[in-house]
């Protein structure tokens, strides 16, 4: 996944307009269900666990597919986008500890990934208005500079492929 300039008002509106469906879908859905099962089949000693569980259950699949088939909508091309960032960027934190020994020995694809990981979380902070770890991320930034000057390596976000994760 290359990363892409997008834009933050744009971003912000149209993932307030999905969390709000979402929501909306999930109450209006979960409470829907539950009072129709509730009126036809009652329970005698009054607790209605299963049926609320299953309106939820039930909405929550509803939720997921509509999802699933508008995420290609237009509407939907920032909010994807981040979805999809924190997912690549959750891959890579897991194998941090790894990368981090793989870079300070001179492995150029742990430092692209590193390089990557970092680029990415600065956007998906500055998106998210998440600006207490700019600092630290700075230094870390600093860091992997050093060993990129130190091994002679150039550092590209558009180098960087997943595929080479598979390595750590």
């Known amino acids: 996944m290359q990363l892409q300039e ?7 509106k149209h993932l307030n307009w999905v969390i709000g469906a979402c929501i ?3 109450t209006i859905g979960s409470l829907g269900i539950a009072q129709t099962l509730i009126q036809f089949f009652p329970d005698n000693d009054g607790s209605h666990f299963h049926w609320n569980l299953l309106g939820v259950v039930v909405s929550c699949l509803v939720i997921v597919i509509v999802l699933k088939r508008i995420k290609l909508h237009p ?14 960027l959750n ?5 941090m500890p ?4 793989a870079a300070q020995q001179g492995d150029v694809n742990a430092m692209l ?8 979380s600065r956007q998906l902070w500055t998106l998210d208005d998440n600006t207490i770890m700019m600092e630290e991320l700075a230094i870390w930034k600093a860091e992997l500079d050093a060993l990129a000057t130190q091994y002679q390596v150039t550092l590209d976000v ?7 994760l598979k390595v750590f």
Not at 6 to 12: A, F, P
Not at 75 to 88: D, G, H, P, T
Request: aromatic share 14%; charged share 35%.
């Open 24 to 26: 909306t879908a999930l």
């Open 158 to 164: 558009s180098k960087y492929r997943e595929e080479m």
């Open 98 to 101: 790894k990368l981090k020994k």
């Open 113 to 120: 990934a590193i390089h990557y990981s970092y680029a990415g």
């Open 75 to 88: 509407f939907m091309v920032e909010v994807v986008y981040v979805w999809e960032l924190k997912q690549a």
């Open 91 to 95: 891959r890579i934190t897991r194998k």
């Open 6 to 12: 997008i834009n933050k008002s744009r971003y912000r």
